[in-house]
């Protein structure tokens, strides 16, 4: 049997990330991977017909580009391309006219007219300095390599998301930033919430919201040819129940939530630590659903059927109220959904003249309530007629979601809440997050820092640690 230096289970950004950036300094590696394709929340597959590529989990990707570890590697020399929306974002409102994120900052700061120098003052910071920022907000805690560049940002991006939305003027500017917040799916009075909004906004005028050509498996079948190109080996297939089902190696890290950790055999981990793992906190959970339509979805602000991402939702009470209710384990009956129609950007994910559609709202956590009407009249508020365009659909419940990618724990896509008690704390109070208690055992998930979405940062970081504590090499980005 084989010996490896390191064995990485998961095949998502993060495992990716780990083995190629292990695999880059010499070390010998396998990646494990329970289902039968490579992937994790990076898949794509027809899910309602023929014909109809969906793509399961992510879809438009924020961060693919703004990622310090994505960008360092050739993908685009692996067969990956992008394709870009007229707009990054838009935010259609019932009662008045809705608005949009433009890639051009200045655009968008001419949109929001009377609010746009309120908007220019928090973004074009971010937009100026985003690559010093990552390196700083990107990974665990520690003495910051731009300190002042970091106060700046984090002044902002401490406070709840409610308390920037008081300085707007206009009702459109702050639908469009409870929008951005809401990604971090949590109540938006939270602390920390106006990060994930500076963020979105800023890398949005920087990179753009890119939408991956074929779907969001072509990034994995990206990084896997690259991976495989430097010598690195996959095995699908293979559930860990045992640390020692595995193959002979002397690193394992962990591309898993806390509560997968608990459920392995073998890992030999101490009783601190384990208690530690039992008390960390899961977020919402999602309900998604894909559908096969029969055209372009009708919005009536036209600009949303330009867009990459559509948040449907309203003005931000309306979002705050959805986040605040599924947060405490209420349904909302007018939640805040997030929309795409990757097919209006990108013609190999439908047959001709036919659309794809994706959708998911945030709902409790593991919770067993069918949203399917609920999240269809939301969006037909907005689009009137987009029932009658309906061909096919699938519908992904909390449940079905977890049974699917298990780290998907009651449905949380984030790998646990990302409040100000998680937010680099995550999955233990550490200066080494990526650590546990058995020194040859290294958690990579979207568990550590700096927590969910495709960018792979939470593979690197540990990756590099285990470089450091092992086999004295420094690597940096």
């Not at 992937?39 to 703004?66: Q, W, Y």
């Not at 974002?89 to 006219?97: S, V």
């Not at 100026?128 to 560049?149: F, R, S, V």
């Not at 559609?357 to 956590?365: I, K, S, T």
């Amino acid at each position: 049997m084989a010996k490896y230096d390191a064995i990485i289970v998961g095949s998502g950004p993060n495992g990716f990330a780990a083995a190629i950036t292990l695999q880059q300094q010499g070390l010998s590696t396998l990646i494990v991977e329970g289902a039968d394709t490579i992937g994790g929340g990076m898949r794509t597959k027809e899910l309602t017909l023929p014909g109809f590529k969906h793509d399961v989990c992510s879809a438009i990707h924020p961060m693919a580009m703004a990622s310090p570890f994505m960008r360092s590697i050739p993908l685009e020399a692996y067969g990956l391309s992008f394709e870009y929306a007229k707009y990054e974002a838009a935010h259609p409102l019932i009662d008045e006219e809705g608005t949009v994120l433009h890639r051009s900052l200045e655009e968008t700061i001419a949109e929001l007219g009377e609010d746009g120098a309120y908007y220019q003052s928090l973004i074009e910071p971010v937009v100026k300095n985003w690559e010093k920022l990552a390196k700083d907000t990107m990974g665990p805690l520690g003495l910051p390599k731009y300190p002042l560049n970091l106060a700046a940002f984090g002044v902002h991006a401490i406070q709840p998301a409610s308390w920037l939305a008081k300085h707007f003027k206009t009702e459109k500017a702050k639908a469009l930033w409870a929008g951005m917040a809401a990604h971090g799916i949590q109540p938006l009075d939270n602390l920390t919430t106006s990060a994930i909004g500076l963020v979105l906004m800023g890398v949005g005028h920087r990179y753009g919201w890119v939408i991956p050509k074929g779907g969001s498996q072509s990034i994995a079948n990206a990084l896997e040819a690259y991976y495989l190109s430097l010598g690195g080996k996959i095995q699908t297939g293979f559930w860990l129940k045992n640390k020692f089902d595995l193959p002979e190696h002397k690193i394992l890290l962990l591309d898993l939530t806390p509560k997968q950790l608990l459920d392995i055999e073998g890992l030999g981990l101490s009783s601190l630590y384990t208690k530690q793992l039992h008390r960390y906190k899961q977020g919402m959970g999602v309900f998604k659903i894909d559908w096969a339509l029969s055209e372009e979805t009708p919005f009536t602000d036209l600009r949303a059927r330009q867009a990459a991402t559509v948040h449907i939702g309203g003005t931000f009470n309306d979002i705050a109220l959805s986040e605040y209710d599924g947060h405490r384990g209420r349904v909302s009956d007018k939640p805040f959904v997030l929309f795409t129609q990757q097919s209006q950007f990108d013609k190999t994910r439908a047959p001709e003249g036919k659309h794809t559609g994706w959708a998911y709202c945030h709902v409790p956590n593991s919770s067993t309530v069918d949203y399917t009407e609920i999240i269809e009249n939301q969006i037909e508020r907005f689009a009137p007629g987009f029932k009658d365009t309906i061909l096919g659909k699938h519908t992904f419940s909390p449940a079905k979601l977890e049974a699917y990618n298990p780290n998907y724990i009651g449905g949380d896509i984030n790998g646990g809440i990302m409040d100000i008690s998680q937010l680099y704390t995550r999955p233990t109070l550490s200066f080494n997050p990526h650590r546990t208690s058995n020194k040859s055992i290294y958690i990579c998930s979207s568990a550590t820092p700096p927590g969910g979405g495709v960018h792979g940062m939470c593979g690197f970081h540990a990756a590099r640690l285990v470089l450091k504590d092992h086999f004295n090499i420094s690597v940096n980005l």
